[in-house]
């Protein structure tokens, strides 16, 4: 059967990987389009001034230039700003005193003012890119440079350059959940308060392949294509036609392979628009391609808060409530649901896989001249476990409990299930005691200590810390399929999500295998082209495998139901007595049959196809959960760190594919580290210009600055999906900041020296072992 050879749960290589490793990917900048013109976005050189005035003579007669456009030429073309859904059930959140969230609203090209370093002020089409990059030079813009606003507290000084009239003091929005007077009474009878204040530094997304889109018009018809990345094909269809003012047929996006997404290719960016304005004016194509010094100006950035966090307990460490309280720096405006998606992610886990009684969370968002902010693995989820995990293990050092005791004493048992987090999320499955007991023993805990000795003898730190984490995946809940059995030998899965490396195709071809009895290689799967599929929400929040993966046994369940009807008609038997297995419908207790390719061909030679539709919706997400355990060694003459060893114990829910989830989870882990370690943009004083804007100077790691992950799964079926999956995509990222930063604050302790903030880098490792007076003549070799 084939399910025993590429059926879910086979380790089956991805079908994709042949064409990518032959030459025969297509990304955005490899699209070569007949009579296609180039374009350059200047851009703003300060984070906040006004306009006073654009000269763009010079470059409009300069050679090979055929359009300059700026705000003014384009205000008639386009209905409003990009939209930002803040003020759109259920994406509306506005102010606790009634309010509406500021509007924030930023359009294609700058308006009279830029508001962050690399705002689009300007499009220049020519012939060749050297053209329009030296038109664009020509570009003459007068300035008056007004305060740059960059940090938090520099927001919030009441003597600060106010960035919006409707952000009064800078705060667009401020927001609360949970249960505030339970809270508050848990912590009035609390034995023990722990407190922390952790800095979440702003990270640039770094996708492999930097954005490009490419827009054409047709004039006969008047319909817009545009070319370009992003995770829901049919979301940006729907923004960019109300931008546009036309109905939504009018556009057709078309997506091509993509270097990675992560969150922050969900939103329309200005250059989306701006080619395509610009192919109707000229009516030729026109494509955009950044720059990777472009990317670290104007790719939307992520994370970037400052958490008061503080856990309440009894005498026996036993949780009685938490306490968070978050200011956000967003940027200088709201990209697409962006409120909405921090606040539902990071509010929904508010007490992981804990029984905690109560808590509150209060998040505020802050203005200021900083590059827009979109969603990144593990939005929320992240910061929200970081929280958790960090008041925890400080909880243990302050009470001297043994950090992995103090977490099993208040961890979920089956018998608390389901469980209603304070922050709403419903947790319905989960081994949270088995998970951290696996990941203890796999990871050596108890023999930490020898290890700790030896590192120590050698002149080396070590540290050891663990972290849980609990996410909740689904987000839009509904999604679509269409199966198409041909009689021709192939099956066309149209799929509503959209990959972008994470292997869909081998996936869905996998699902339909098992589903339909039918031949992996012989399944095609289609995504990102609204024309060939009716519909889909994309994406985003780790749902594909369980919301386009039911969406496909839906859709072929479907199929199945059909195709016995017009087998019972050709075998001339009752629908009642036709079996199928192994793609093949036969009459019960006989051999005689006929194969469901069979039965298209029938169909088609009658005229008709056979293919069907569903729509898979649910009321819930679901919560992937795991532990994550960090082994590492510091020298403390340089505070160079060594990641030693790392464990992940998974939660993934039923898995389809254990080579492409173990590769979803060693992406994932490494992008955590990476922010605990490396990462973090740093603007200078003043004037707010990026210091980090390259790969010179933003540090991103190397194969060699990581171990060797030993990732186990406990796959806990979720019973709301015939798969039984839950999510994976970002699991693995939401746990590894915490666990990273335990580790470090374990091996600081034992030095006498206090916990950081991320990024732990050498320098900032070496300067709290020296305020702690520990410090050694030269590096270990």
């Given at each position: 059967m084939a399910k025993n050879k590429t059926g879910i749960g086979a380790a089956v290589p991805r079908k994709e990987d042949r064409r990518f490793l032959t030459g025969g990917g297509q990304f955005s900048d490899d699209i070569v389009t007949s009579g296609a013109l180039s374009a350059i976005v200047l851009r703003a050189p300060l984070p906040h001034a006004e306009i006073t005035a654009i000269h763009t003579a010079a470059a409009l007669a300069a050679p090979g230039v055929r359009a300059v456009l700026t705000a003014g030429d384009i205000e008639a073309e386009i209905t409003g700003p990009i939209p930002s859904f803040y003020a759109t059930p259920p994406f509306d959140i506005g102010r606790l005193d009634g309010g509406d969230a500021s509007d924030a609203a930023q359009f294609p090209l700058a308006r009279g003012r830029v508001r962050y370093l690399g705002e689009p002020v300007a499009f220049v089409v020519a012939d060749t890119a050297h053209q329009a990059q030296d038109a664009a030079e020509l570009i003459d813009v007068d300035?008056?440079?007004?305060?740059?606003?960059?940090?938090?507290?520099?927001?919030?000084?009441?003597?600060?350059?106010?960035?919006?009239?409707?952000?009064?003091?800078?705060?667009?929005?401020?927001?609360?959940?949970?249960?505030?007077?339970?809270?508050?009474?848990?912590?009035?009878?609390?034995?023990?308060?722990?407190?922390?204040?952790?800095?979440?530094?702003?990270?640039?997304?770094?996708?492999?392949?930097?954005?490009?889109?490419?827009?054409?018009?047709?004039?006969?018809?008047?319909?817009?294509?545009?070319?370009?990345?992003?995770?829901?094909?049919?979301?940006?269809?729907?923004?960019?036609?109300?931008?546009?003012?036309?109905?939504?047929?009018?556009?057709?996006?078309?997506?091509?392979?993509?270097?990675?997404?992560?969150?922050?290719?969900?939103?329309?960016?200005?250059?989306?628009?701006?080619?395509?304005?610009?192919?109707?004016?000229?009516?030729?194509?026109?494509?955009?391609?950044?720059s990777r010094g472009e990317a670290f100006l104007s790719d939307y950035q992520a994370r970037d808060h400052v958490f008061h966090g503080e856990?309440?307990?009894?005498?026996?460490?036993?949780?009685?409530?938490?306490?968070?309280?978050?200011?956000?720096?967003?940027?200088?405006?709201?990209?697409?649901?962006?409120?909405?998606?921090?606040?539902?992610?990071?509010?929904?886990?508010?007490?992981?896989?804990?029984?905690?009684?109560?808590?509150?969370?209060?998040?505020?968002?802050?203005?200021?001249?900083?590059?827009?902010?979109?969603?990144?693995?593990?939005?929320?989820?992240?910061?929200?476990?970081?929280?958790?995990?960090?008041?925890?293990?400080?909880?243990?050092?302050?009470?001297?409990?043994?950090?992995?005791?103090?977490?099993?004493?208040?961890?979920?048992?089956?018998?608390?299930?389901?469980?209603?987090?304070?922050?709403?999320?419903?947790?319905?499955?989960?081994?949270?005691?088995?998970?951290?007991?696996?990941?203890?023993?796999?990871?050596?805990?108890?023999?930490?200590?020898?290890?700790?000795?030896?590192?120590?003898?050698?002149?080396?730190?070590?540290?050891?810390?663990?972290?849980?984490?609990?996410?909740?995946?689904?987000?839009?809940?509904?999604?679509?399929?269409?199966?198409?059995?041909?009689?021709?030998?192939?099956?066309?899965?149209?799929?509503?999500?959209?990959?972008?490396?994470?292997?869909?195709?081998?996936?869905?071809?996998?699902?339909?295998?098992?589903?339909?009895?039918?031949?992996?290689?012989?399944?095609?799967?289609?995504?990102?082209?609204t024309e060939r599929v009716k519909r889909g929400a994309g994406t985003h929040g780790s749902r594909s495998t369980r919301m386009g993966g039911t969406a496909a046994v839906m859709g072929a369940e479907n199929v199945i139901v059909r195709a016995r009807e017009e087998a019972a008609d050709i075998l001339e038997a009752a629908v009642a007595d036709i079996d199928f297995a192994d793609g093949r419908f036969t009459i019960a207790g006989t051999d005689r049959g006929i194969t469901l390719f069979e039965v298209a061909a029938r169909m088609e030679a009658g005229g008709n196809r056979l293919s069907e539709e569903a729509d898979f919706n649910v009321s819930a997400e679901v919560i992937s959960n795991g532990v994550h355990v960090c082994e590492l060694t510091i020298d403390p003459a340089d505070g160079r760190l060594r990641l030693e060893n790392y464990t992940v114990v998974a939660d993934v829910g039923r898995i389809v594919n254990p080579i492409i989830v173990n590769g979803q989870l060693h992406g994932g882990v490494t992008q955590g580290i990476s922010q605990a370690l490396f990462e973090g943009i740093v603007y200078e004083p003043g004037s707010g210009q990026t210091l980090t804007g390259s790969l010179m100077d933003y540090c991103l790691p190397?194969?060699?600055?990581?171990?060797?992950?030993?990732?186990?799964?406990?796959?806990?079926?979720?019973?709301?999906?015939?798969?039984?999956?839950?999510?994976?995509?970002?699991?693995?990222?939401?746990?590894?900041?915490?666990?990273?930063?335990?580790?470090?604050?374990?091996?600081?302790?034992?030095?006498?020296?206090?916990?950081?903030?991320?990024?732990?880098?050498?320098?900032?490792?070496?300067?709290?072992?020296?305020?702690?007076?520990?410090?050694?003549?030269?590096?270990?070799?």
């Open positions: 300035y008056r440079p007004l305060g740059a606003v960059m940090e938090i507290d520099d927001a919030l000084d009441p003597t600060a350059e106010q960035i919006w009239p409707d952000a009064p003091g800078n705060v667009s929005f401020d927001w609360e959940i949970g249960d505030k007077e339970a809270t508050e009474a848990a912590f009035a009878a609390a034995h023990h308060v722990t407190q922390l204040r952790l800095i979440n530094n702003r990270v640039v997304i770094n996708f492999m392949e930097p954005r490009a889109a490419v827009g054409s018009h047709d004039a006969a018809t008047g319909r817009l294509t545009l070319q370009a990345g992003c995770q829901s094909p049919h979301g940006m269809r729907a923004s960019l036609a109300g931008m546009l003012g036309i109905e939504e047929d009018a556009v057709h996006v078309l997506v091509p392979d993509m270097g990675g997404g992560f969150g922050a290719r969900n939103s329309i960016y200005p250059e989306f628009l701006l080619v395509l304005l610009a192919a109707r004016r000229l009516g030729r194509p026109v494509k955009w391609t950044a856990l309440a307990l009894d005498a026996a460490g036993r949780f009685l409530g938490l306490r968070v309280r978050a200011d956000w720096r967003h940027g200088a405006y709201h990209t697409g649901r962006g409120i909405w998606v921090m606040a539902h992610y990071l509010s929904q886990v508010l007490g992981g896989g804990y029984r905690m009684p109560a808590g509150y969370l209060y998040l505020r968002g802050i203005v200021s001249n900083t590059t827009p902010q979109g969603p990144y693995r593990g939005v929320g989820r992240l910061e929200a476990n970081y929280v958790l995990e960090r008041l925890i293990t400080q909880a243990a050092t302050e009470m001297d409990m043994d950090q992995v005791s103090i977490r099993r004493l208040n961890l979920l048992g089956a018998d608390d299930l389901p469980w209603r987090t304070p922050g709403g999320a419903l947790i319905t499955s989960g081994a949270f005691a088995d998970n951290l007991d696996r990941a203890v023993e796999i990871a050596g805990w108890r023999d930490a200590p020898a290890r700790r000795k030896a590192a120590e003898e050698s002149g080396r730190l070590h540290g050891i810390g663990l972290a849980m984490y609990a996410e909740n995946d689904g987000s839009t809940p509904t999604e679509f399929a269409e199966i198409a059995v041909g009689g021709d030998g192939r099956v066309t899965a149209l799929m509503g999500t959209q990959d972008f490396g994470m292997g869909h195709a081998t996936i869905y071809s996998q699902i339909l295998s098992e589903k339909l009895g039918v031949d992996f290689d012989d399944i095609d799967v289609v995504f990102g082209d190397r194969a060699d600055d990581l171990p060797n992950f030993n990732i186990v799964f406990n796959e806990v079926v979720e019973v709301d999906n015939p798969i039984g999956a839950k999510g994976a995509g970002e699991s693995a990222t939401s746990g590894a900041p915490a666990a990273v930063m335990n580790a470090i604050a374990d091996a600081l302790r034992h030095a006498g020296a206090e916990p950081i903030d991320m990024p732990a880098t050498p320098e900032t490792i070496w300067r709290a072992l020296h305020a702690a007076g520990m410090v050694r003549d030269r590096p270990i070799t």
